[in-house]
Protein backbone atom coordinates (compact mmCIF):
# COMPACT_ATOMS: atom_id res chain seq x y z
CA UNK A 1 0.00 0.00 0.00
CA UNK A 2 1.87 3.53 -1.20
CA UNK A 3 1.59 5.92 1.53
CA UNK A 4 3.32 9.47 0.98
CA UNK A 5 2.71 11.51 4.63
CA UNK A 6 3.68 15.65 3.70
CA UNK A 7 4.82 17.72 6.79
CA UNK A 8 6.65 20.82 7.91
CA UNK A 9 4.15 23.76 6.66
CA UNK A 10 3.15 26.20 8.63
CA UNK A 11 2.36 30.18 8.35
CA UNK A 12 5.43 32.08 8.02
CA UNK A 13 5.96 35.63 7.10
CA UNK A 14 8.02 36.70 3.61
CA UNK A 15 11.52 36.42 3.48
CA UNK A 16 11.39 33.20 6.00
CA UNK A 17 12.43 29.82 5.65
CA UNK A 18 10.44 26.20 5.78
CA UNK A 19 11.90 23.22 5.50
CA UNK A 20 8.72 20.04 4.54
CA UNK A 21 9.39 16.38 4.55
CA UNK A 22 7.79 13.42 3.04
CA UNK A 23 8.03 9.85 4.32
CA UNK A 24 7.23 7.32 1.36
CA UNK A 25 6.10 3.34 2.52
CA UNK A 26 4.68 0.92 -0.64
CA UNK A 27 7.22 2.06 -2.66
CA UNK A 28 11.11 1.03 -3.43
CA UNK A 29 12.05 4.63 -2.77
CA UNK A 30 15.57 4.61 -3.89
CA UNK A 31 14.55 3.85 -7.67
CA UNK A 32 11.68 6.75 -7.79
CA UNK A 33 12.54 10.26 -8.78
CA UNK A 34 10.72 12.38 -6.77
CA UNK A 35 8.97 15.76 -7.09
CA UNK A 36 7.60 18.27 -4.79
CA UNK A 37 4.54 19.76 -6.46
CA UNK A 38 2.34 22.61 -5.07
CA UNK A 39 -1.57 23.40 -5.63
CA UNK A 40 -3.47 26.78 -5.27
CA UNK A 41 -7.43 26.14 -5.11
CA UNK A 42 -8.66 26.41 -8.73
CA UNK A 43 -5.11 25.56 -10.27
CA UNK A 44 -3.58 22.85 -11.52
CA UNK A 45 -0.98 21.42 -9.62
CA UNK A 46 2.61 21.77 -10.53
CA UNK A 47 6.05 20.43 -10.61
CA UNK A 48 8.42 22.85 -8.58
CA UNK A 49 11.41 20.28 -7.35
CA UNK A 50 12.89 17.27 -8.66
CA UNK A 51 15.29 15.17 -7.71
CA UNK A 52 16.14 11.73 -9.83
CA UNK A 53 17.21 8.66 -8.52
CA UNK A 54 20.59 9.45 -9.50
CA UNK A 55 20.85 12.64 -7.81
CA UNK A 56 20.37 15.11 -10.28
CA UNK A 57 18.04 18.52 -9.84
CA UNK A 58 15.80 20.52 -11.93
CA UNK A 59 13.31 23.55 -10.23
CA UNK A 60 10.71 25.26 -11.72
CA UNK A 61 11.48 29.06 -12.68
CA UNK A 62 9.51 30.41 -9.34
CA UNK A 63 11.71 27.69 -7.16
CA UNK A 64 14.98 28.32 -8.59
CA UNK A 65 17.69 29.66 -6.59
CA UNK A 66 15.33 29.59 -3.28
CA UNK A 67 14.21 26.02 -3.02
CA UNK A 68 16.51 23.07 -2.60
CA UNK A 69 15.37 19.42 -2.89
CA UNK A 70 16.60 16.42 -1.13
CA UNK A 71 16.45 12.97 -0.04
CA UNK A 72 17.76 10.41 2.79
CA UNK A 73 17.07 6.86 0.83
CA UNK A 74 17.91 5.47 4.29
CA UNK A 75 14.65 7.09 5.60
CA UNK A 76 12.89 6.95 2.56
CA UNK A 77 12.41 10.58 2.67
CA UNK A 78 12.65 13.59 0.62
CA UNK A 79 12.72 17.16 1.73
CA UNK A 80 12.40 20.74 0.28
CA UNK A 81 14.02 23.42 2.01
CA UNK A 82 12.06 26.67 1.25
CA UNK A 83 14.22 29.99 1.70
CA UNK A 84 13.07 33.99 0.72
CA UNK A 85 9.35 32.60 0.78
CA UNK A 86 6.84 34.97 -1.20
CA UNK A 87 3.29 35.14 -0.41
CA UNK A 88 2.70 33.37 -4.41
CA UNK A 89 4.41 30.26 -2.58
CA UNK A 90 1.22 30.22 -0.59
CA UNK A 91 -0.11 26.59 -1.84
CA UNK A 92 -0.69 23.03 -0.34
CA UNK A 93 2.44 20.90 -1.04
CA UNK A 94 2.23 17.41 -2.01
CA UNK A 95 4.91 15.29 -2.88
CA UNK A 96 5.36 12.29 -5.09
CA UNK A 97 7.22 10.33 -7.54
CA UNK A 98 7.70 12.03 -10.83
CA UNK A 99 5.78 9.85 -13.33
CA UNK A 100 2.95 10.53 -15.91
CA UNK A 101 0.02 8.62 -14.38
CA UNK A 102 1.11 8.93 -11.10
CA UNK A 103 -2.45 8.28 -8.85
CA UNK A 104 -1.15 8.07 -5.17
CA UNK A 105 -1.53 11.22 -3.20
CA UNK A 106 -0.69 11.99 0.58
CA UNK A 107 -2.91 14.86 2.13
CA UNK A 108 -0.37 17.47 1.52
CA UNK A 109 0.76 20.39 3.76
CA UNK A 110 -0.58 23.89 3.84
CA UNK A 111 1.86 26.56 3.62
CA UNK A 112 0.95 30.37 4.05
CA UNK A 113 3.21 32.75 3.40
CA UNK A 114 1.77 36.47 4.68
CA UNK A 115 3.12 39.65 3.06
Known amino acids: QVQLVESGGGLVQAGGSLRLSCAAS????????MGWYRQIPGKQRELVAHLTSGGMTNYAGSAKGRFTISRDNAKNTVYLQMNSLKPEDTAVYYCAPVLVHWNYWGQGTQVTVSS
Open 26 to 33: GIIFSTYD
